[in-house]
């Protein structure tokens, strides 16, 4: 396998026609580095992957792999593997025959072909599977000789465009730890397109989190899921409360707020003063009800309750006419009256104007057209 220090994507951009998919993306990557693509459909993550891919041309910047500018050379002779969200594989050849197709294609010795497809059969755990069809296959086994069919050609780069989106949540489950294991034990270099920000933070070594063609934060897991750079990375990132509030006081980074006649406390992102309006982001597990010796409890009457099993899911609406959800362990009813409370630390608090909640993120993007299965 080609080893490599540093792939860079310098102001790459691609337009399509006046709508431009992609703005002046800015980005390096480590060799080994799994980084994940993320953002609700539309963003531009998946025109991304085209592009270096080579599947799309550039409109703008260049693509570096180490000293080699690289985007205006061939998608075959580019040397990356790339996993497809429809799986792409051929329905007529058998699985080893779908693995196979590559290394003959680019005329690989015959032993080494079937030491290598032998190889990674054992790795994604087909090896018994070797003489079906795909349509014989389980959606999360078609999955896995896709993946095999990639890492067979002992790429240096390896593009993946929402895997898993296809597959029901236990197969997810599972195929998230299948990829992070062959990542990591074959020392591959991962690009990973998703929409799901559980899948992003539970896969990659860093995130880069896309709007409207715009990269807005690129950090690890712990960093944008903490410390999101503004109010659009924090709602995609699970801060489903964004309610309206003014500021009372500040002091240092702690603000004190009023919301629905009642005072919330949190830690200002924006630099903001008192007297002013802003916008509190609060996951609803950061919100529940309030103790007897919490502070800032807020009256929410409860309108929605959903079984989640050892917690529920409640929908509830303040005084002043603001929805808010939460989770609880305790019993509520719709009509109840409650008390909510959060803590200062989980209480991110951004200037008004800084960025629009995003869309909600469950339907997986479309940038560009899925590639389909060519005939060999």
Not at 183 to 206: F, K, P
Not at 255 to 260: D, E, G, T
Request: hydrophobic letters at 40%; proline letters at 5%; glycine letters at 10%.
């Amino acid at each position: 396998m080609s080893r490599f220090s540093t792939l860079r994507l310098d102001r790459v951009s691609r337009s399509f026609g006046r709508h431009a998919a992609l703005k002046e993306l800015q980005l390096e990557i480590g060799g080994g580095e799994f980084v994940a693509l993320l953002g609700p459909s539309g963003c531009g993550k998946s025109t991304a992957l085209n592009c270096l891919a080579g599947l799309l041309p550039l409109t703008g910047g260049a693509i570096w792999l180490d000293e080699q500018r690289i985007d205006r050379i061939a998608p075959e002779r580019r040397g990356f593997g790339m996993v497809f969200q429809n799986y792409a594989l051929f329905p007529h050849l058998t699985v080893r025959g779908n693995v196979a197709f590559g290394l003959k294609m680019a005329r690989v010795p015959k032993a080494d072909i079937a030491r290598r497809t032998d190889r990674a059969l054992e790795m994604v755990q087909l090896t018994g599977h070797a003489h079906k069809r795909p349509g014989q296959l389980s959606g999360g086994q078609q999955q896995r000789v896709a993946i095999a069919r990639a890492i067979v050609l002992e790429p240096r780069l390896v593009l993946m465009d929402e895997p898993l989106s296809n597959l029901d949540a236990s197969l997810r489950l599972e195929m998230r730890t299948e990829i992070r294991r062959l990542h990591q034990s074959l020392g591959l270099t991962t690009v990973y397109v998703t929409h799901d920000q559980e899948e992003a933070l539970s896969l990659a070594d860093r995130l880069v989190v896309l709007r409207d063609g715009v990269m807005q934060q690129v950090g690890t897991p712990e960093e944008v899921y903490g410390r999101p750079a503004n109010r659009y990375v924090a709602g995609f990132m699970g801060y489903r409360n964004m309610l309206e509030v003014t500021v009372a006081s500040a002091d240092g980074d702690r603000l004190s707020l009023r919301l629905a006649g009642a005072r919330l406390t949190g830690l200002d992102r924006d630099g903001l003063t008192a007297g002013g309006r802003a916008i509190a982001a609060i996951r609803p597990e950061d919100l529940d009800v309030a103790g007897d010796d919490a502070d800032g409890r807020i009256p929410a009457d409860i309108e929605v309750v959903e079984y989640h099993g050892r917690e529920l899911a409640v929908q509830a609406r303040l005084s002043n006419g603001q929805q808010v959800h939460f989770r609880t362990a305790g019993r509520l009813a719709p009509g109840d009256h409650v008390e909510l409370a959060a803590a200062p630390e989980r209480v991110l608090v951004f200037a008004p104007d800084a960025g629009e909640k995003p869309q909600p993120a469950d339907e997986p993007a479309k940038d560009v057209p899925r590639q389909k299965a060519a005939t060999p």
